[in-house]
């Protein structure tokens, strides 16, 4: 007998839109006769084997709008990594809930998370449809155009660099700036729309793609200070050298790991410092500045794409669409159609488990060092409206009078 109940959780890091996505399914699931509840998982998976539920039913639609425009994980999320055994749990818990159709909101390891929940439902026979809705600030599912989350930071990467370009350009020296991004450098690429002018930073990007050679960036930063009297860096978290060994593990004495075992990018200041000294030791240059934008990228208020607010809003009613009318579970994806249109599908949980998108050839320049204008093609409709500009005085010059 159908229970009509439904559970929905979010994972891994926060975003500025995740809460769209999540008040997309609950509001668009209560329209439905056959719903009866809807449940929310408090830090996803790990709130699911322990059976923290909030009974999101109860929710007024306004309270839920304002949540829905609020930025990182309302339900709170989890860095767990669920292996089968864990898989196994989650799918106990649902089963003794009674629960009908499971939506988890995240990239790429939520995504295998749903899976190898589907196939436990699959063997035991169990009526449970489940949904994987799209998440991730790094942009890296595969076969989506993009991926809500991203255009947000993306938004604030380029507002930031914009500022610091106009901070380096008032008192010049070299400035170097780590953004997230592992594998993929969607996001530190997104810096390159800071630019206005000709002159404008940042003047060199370093992205994941490619391989980092210590040797020849330092050469490249030489090279744009004697050109321009500054630079402006944006460089990824997951910067590595021609063996696949990340640059931080490279130049620092200790390292920090993360829950799955992998050295600790972000959330750390090292690589920014030690690039930062390899400049000054190694060019001599005095003024060199360093940042990490770490956790700032992902939740930032004020600094949130339309475009993103409105598309997270759609994956969640979508997947509800997809679960209750439609005989399959899926991952919904965003496709891009004409100048700029979205449209929205249901992609096989195989297709998109676990696999990694990383930036096409045709975005990055032949050098490696720049992106190209099919990348900012490609990213400046998801930025969204309203991004402020900056401006130069025209400078007319005075004759200098004193003998």
């Known amino acids: 007998m159908a229970s009509g109940k439904i ?16 008040v997309g399914v609950v509001l668009e699931a209560r329209r439905h006769r056959k719903v009866e509840l809807v449940y929310g998982a408090r830090h996803g998976v790990k709130g699911i084997v322990n059976e923290d539920f909030v009974d999101l039913t109860q929710e007024t639609s306004q309270n839920l709008e304002l949540v829905a425009a609020t930025p990182s994980s309302a339900l709170g999320s989890t860095r767990d990594k669920p292996d089968a055994k864990y898989c196994i749990e989650i799918f106990k818990v649902l089963q003794s809930h009674d629960i009908e159709h499971f939506f988890y909101i995240g990239g790429n390891d939520s995504s295998d998370t749903v899976r190898i929940v589907s196939l436990e439902a699959q063997k035991a026979g169990y009526p449970l449809r489940c949904m994987h809705i799209p998440k991730t600030i790094d942009n890296d599912l595969v076969h989506n155009d993009h991926t809500p989350g991203f255009p947000s930071a993306a938004r604030f990467v380029a507002q930031a660099f914009a500022g610091v370009n106009l901070d380096n350009a008032a008192l010049p020296g070299v400035y170097v700036g780590v953004v997230m991004g592992r594998h993929a450098g969607f996001l530190t690429a997104a810096s390159a729309m800071a630019r206005k002018f000709p002159d404008d930073g940042p003047h060199l990007i370093y992205l994941p793609e490619r391989t980092f050679v210590l040797e020849r960036f330092l050469t490249d930063v030489k090279a744009t ?29 200790e390292l920090e790991h993360d829950a799955h075992g992998n050295v600790q990018l972000s959330g750390t200041g090292a690589l920014a410092d030690l690039l930062c000294e390899e400049i000054k030791a190694k060019l001599g240059i005095k003024r060199v500045r360093g940042d990490t934008f770490g956790y700032l990228q992902r939740s930032f208020m004020g600094c949130v794409s339309d475009v993103d607010q409105r598309e997270a809003r759609e994956v969640g009613e979508k997947a509800v669409q997809f679960a ?33 998108r990383v930036m096409e050839d045709e975005f990055i320049t032949g050098n490696g060092t720049d992106v190209t204008d099919a990348f900012r093609l490609y990213l400046r409709p998801l930025l969204g409206a309203g991004l402020p500009e900056a401006f130069r005085l025209r400078g007319a010059p005075v004759a200098k009078l004193k003998k």
Not at 9 to 20: K, L
């Open 7 to 22: 559970l929905v959780a979010q994972g891994g890091g926060p975003t500025a839109v995740i809460n769209q996505s999540m």
């Open 225 to 253: 200070y004697a050109r321009y009297g500054r630079c402006v860096v944006a460089v990824s978290e997951g910067i590595h050298d021609a063996a696949g060994t990340p640059i931080l593990s490279r130049l620092a004495k």
């Open 324 to 356: 209750l009318w439609g005989n399959s579970d899926g991952s919904v994806a965003i496709q891009r159609s004409g100048a700029y249109a979205v449209d929205y599908k249901l992609l096989a949980l195989d297709a998109v488990a676990g696999k990694t």
